[in-house]
Every structure is written in structure tokens, then in C-alpha cells.
């Protein structure tokens, strides 16, 4: 097994666009959770999916929407890009107590 | 308010010293603590978490309730830890295993 995967590594986007990112968790899990992490701080929670329904939201806007797909694969989309929106998005299933992370992916917004 | 302090961005120390790594948490109810661990060009995974009491490539944690931190411990440094370590919390409970609260992270420097 390939671990998390994302898609696409990185992208660079303009003021306003939408965004589309996506996440394959490893064979078997069920939860998926989004994670914003801006430069030099620590991942901050956006949102978890178990078996296709929302299980808990962070604190962000609701320009931040995602879904889970019947074979557990997510999609987070965000809406009307700001600057503020540029960051490191990570992916993580989970099994049990314990949370494994995607690579991420590079969102810059210009 | 849930939060996760760690003071230190950086924590510089020669190979044999010890190394302590300090967390300081907020939570309302009992949480479940943890450490995890990035090492460079790899992907944050989980170090240890305080409810299994292990000890992980020698690094231990103890939750302190009285004082709510879960320092991370580890008696001689290797060059080999050089990573960033963050702390987290979550609700007790697999279902709260997603809903990470991570602090902003300290770099460990072990110098030869």
C-alpha cells in the first residue's frame, strides 16, 4: 500500500478561482480528515468524513466544502481563493487512535 | 478554549544530552495527547501517544493533569531525531481520532 495519497502535489491559483483537491486514504480506512497547515505553524483541523458523512468542522469559512466518495476517497473545495488561503493541505485516515498523513498538497494563491 | 502550546520553535542540543520537548495543553474534559513526528522530506506520523505509555525509539511522555502538559523526553539525543515534533490533543474516543488540535510545532536540532 502506497500510504495516503494526494492529488495534485501542488498548484498555483489566482484571486477568486476555485479549487478542487483530492485524497485516496489507505485500503480499509473509513474517516478522512482535511488539515490546513500554514508556514510555521502546526495543522489546523478543517473537517472529517466517515462513511460519507461529515463527522466534525474546524473553524473555517464556508467557502471550505468537501465530500467523501462510497470508496472512501475525499475531495476538499475551496471557493473565491484569498491570499490567506495559501498553504500545505494534508490528508489523513484514520484507523483506531491513530491518524496517517499524505503527503500533501502546495496550494499558492497569487 | 481547546489549545496545544508548545513554547519552543526551536531546540538545539549536542548528540548524548538530553532533550525535553514541552507541550502545555487547554481542554475542557479529558483528552487524548499525543506526539507526532516529521522528519525531513518524509510525512508527519504518529510518535506516541500518552494512553499507551510506551516508549518509542526512546522518547517518553508523561501527561501531567495537575499541570496539563505532555512533555516528550528522551535521555541521550541522537542525530537521528533531528525533526519537527508536534503535540496534539484530541476528544477521547476513535471517533474523535480525526479531529486533531496540534500545536505550532518545535524543530529539534541535535548537533555532532
Known amino acids: 500500500d502506497a500510504g495516503v495519497t494526494q492529488s495534485p502535489t501542488h498548484l498555483i491559483k489566482t484571486r477568486g478561482q476555485h479549487v478542487t483537491l483530492r485524497c485516496s486514504p489507505i485500503?480499509?480506512?473509513?474517516?478522512v480528515s482535511w488539515y490546513q497547515q500554514v508556514l510555521g505553524q502546526g495543522p489546523q483541523f478543517i473537517f472529517q468524513?466517515?462513511?460519507?458523512?461529515?463527522?466534525g468542522r474546524g473553524n473555517f469559512p464556508d467557502r471550505f466544502s468537501a465530500r467523501q466518495f462510497p470508496n472512501y476517497s475525499s475531495e476538499l473545495n475551496v471557493n473565491a481563493l484569498l491570499l490567506g488561503d495559501s498553504a500545505l493541505y494534508l490528508c489523513?485516515?484514520?484507523?483506531?487512535?491513530?491518524?496517517?498523513f499524505g503527503p500533501g498538497t502546495r496550494l499558492t494563491v497569487t | 478554549a481547546q489549545r496545544v502550546t508548545q513554547p519552543e520553535k526551536l531546540l538545539s542540543v549536542f548528540k548524548g544530552a538530553p532533550v525535553e520537548l514541552k507541550c502545555n495543553y487547554s481542554?475542557?474534559?479529558?483528552?487524548?495527547l499525543f506526539w507526532y513526528v516529521q522528519y525531513s522530506r518524509q510525512r508527519l506520523q504518529l510518535l506516541l501517544r500518552?494512553?499507551s505509555r510506551e516508549s518509542i525509539k526512546g522518547f517518553t511522555a508523561d501527561l501531567n493533569k495537575g499541570e496539563t502538559s505532555f512533555h516528550l523526553k528522551k535521555p541521550f539525543a541522537q542525530e537521528e531525531d533531528s525533526a519537527m515534533y508536534y503535540c496534539?490533543?484530541?476528544?477521547?474516543?476513535?471517533?474523535?481520532?480525526?479531529?486533531?488540535?496540534f500545536g505550532q510545532g518545535t524543530t529539534l536540532q541535535v548537533k555532532p
Open positions: 468524513y466517515y462513511e460519507k458523512e461529515e463527522r
Open positions: 496534539a490533543l484530541s476528544g477521547r474516543g476513535s471517533s474523535n481520532t480525526g479531529k486533531l488540535i
Open positions: 481542554y475542557s474534559g479529558s483528552p487524548e
Open positions: 489523513a485516515s484514520s484507523f483506531a487512535y491513530e491518524q496517517y
Open positions: 500518552h494512553i
Open positions: 485500503s480499509g480506512h473509513k474517516s
